[in-house]
């Protein structure tokens, strides 16, 4: 497919430990099957890590060698585009997602390509006020489609379950889901719903990662009741690492 050049200005990285977690998670994905090829990146409540996980999964997949994409479909209230400084290498302006569920841009016109490997990108430039109605468009599931025809993996990141119906719309269209959830942060309750949201949305949940663990609290174990939710992969904790905000 053709598209533009995209620069990064600020270099998605991570803390050693991260890494390691985020690459067993990938290695996970790949054992899910070939059907499983568009996976939403979903959190319960904002600010889990949604946008860290899926953008390092996405990264570390390209550089595996897949051909991959990453979609933001979170057009209510994305900050990848300017947290990553993001830029067409030719300085044209750049158009997203909204602009072409809008019908205001191609899907050439937004299809950034990146020099990680085979990975591509479809940023979100502009956020709008009600994307819910963009989520119930043909061209999106279409979008969905042709992405998973062309790329091995279309990782979507997505708003949180809880807020709206976006995700479950977006969970409808989708061949798995992987859960962020914040450790010792988010409710269980909250949790078993998020769950149960991507039941009703018929989307299998492929893992849940257990995100900004703080491992001087006692990591991995103290979190392990996580694992009697079944039907996935397993738990991944990723140290808080050097957070930015
Ligand atoms: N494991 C981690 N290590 C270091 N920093 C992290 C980690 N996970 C998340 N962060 C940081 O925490 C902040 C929130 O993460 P992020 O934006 O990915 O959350 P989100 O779930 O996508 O939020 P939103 O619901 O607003 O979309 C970001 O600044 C991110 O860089
Ligand atoms: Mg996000």
């Known amino acids: 497919m053709k ?84 830029s067409r290498t030719d300085g044209e302006e750049m158009m997203g997602t909204s602009h072409f569920l809008a019908g205001n841009a191609k899907l050439d ?56 119906s976006d995700a479950e719309r977006i969970g409808n269209l989708c061949d798995g889901a992987i859960l962020c959830v914040r450790s010792g942060v988010t409710p269980k309750a909250i949790v078993r719903e998020s769950v149960r949201q991507l039941n009703r949305a018929g989307c299998p949940l492929l893992g849940i990662v257990l995100n900004r663990v703080d491992e001087s609290k006692g990591g991995y174990g103290k979190y392990g009741r996580y694992g009697k939710y079944g039907s996935y992969y397993g738990g991944y904790y990723y140290g808080d690492g050097n957070k930015d905000d």
Do not use: C
Not at 25 to 50: C, Q, T, W
Not at 132 to 146: A, G, I, Q, R
Not at 150 to 158: G, H, K, P
């Open 3 to 86: 598209g533009h050049m995209m620069e990064f200005g600020l270099t998605p990285q991570l803390p050693y430990s991260v890494q390691e977690a985020v690459n067993r998670l990938r290695i996970n994905i790949s054992f899910a099957g070939s059907d499983v090829r568009k996976i939403m990146v979903i959190s319960s409540e904002p600010n889990e890590g949604k946008s860290f996980i899926a953008i390092n999964l996405w990264n570390q997949m390209a550089e595996a060698g897949e051909k991959t994409i990453f979609l933001d479909a979170d057009m209510r209230n994305s900050n990848i585009f300017r947290k990553y400084q993001l």
């Open 109 to 164: 016109d937004v299809l950034m390509h990146t020099k990680y490997g085979h990975g591509d990108f479809i940023p979100n430039v502009e956020n709008v006020v009600n994307p819910s109605m963009l989520l119930e468009t043909e061209l999106f599931s279409t979008l969905l489609d042709t992405l998973a025809e062309e790329y091995r993996y279309v990782f979507i990141d997505a708003p949180p379950l809880g807020l709206v």
